[in-house]
């Protein structure tokens, strides 16, 4: 179990440390950022590369934005095989719902937990 952990946070950490270079040399936004994660997440993933990363890294490689690319490539791949050419529409989505909603019921009880300030 201890290896497990020690490959999940080693790759998550380069996975994160590279975006935070991102960050402090280069003139892209957060928002352009976080957009090209997924995008490279779906690149890897239709290549055949991210799918052997996350049996590597586990939970390393799928809680970064890059899985969360991964997720949507996945779930539409399968959806093409289950349902032809609508599953190109449908499946992304579908296999993402469930974090999806997580995510809009968290920032919805933060936001009801949480008074909202001015910044100064």
């Given amino acids: ?21 991102f ?3 280069t003139k892209l936004t957060p928002a352009r950022i976080l957009t090209a ?18 049996e590597f890294a586990g939970a390393g490689a799928t809680v970064p934005l890059t899985g969360f690319g991964h997720l949507l490539a996945q779930g539409v791949r399968d959806a093409i095989s ?11 989505m579908s296999s993402a719902s469930g974090g999806i909603t997580a995510a ?17």
Wanted: with cysteine; glycine share 14%.
């Fill in 23 to 25: 960050i402090d040399y």
């Fill in 104 to 120: 809009l019921l968290a920032g919805l009880l933060a936001s009801l937990c949480f008074q909202k300030r001015m910044k100064t």
């Fill in 37 to 54: 994660y997924v995008i490279t997440g779906v690149i890897l993933s239709a290549i055949g590369i991210y799918q052997p990363l996350v």
């Fill in 82 to 92: 289950e349902k032809g050419a609508l599953g190109i529409l449908s499946g992304g």
């Fill in 1 to 21: 179990m201890l290896i497990e952990l020690l490959k999940a946070f080693l790759i998550g950490g380069i996975i994160c440390a590279i975006g935070q270079l």
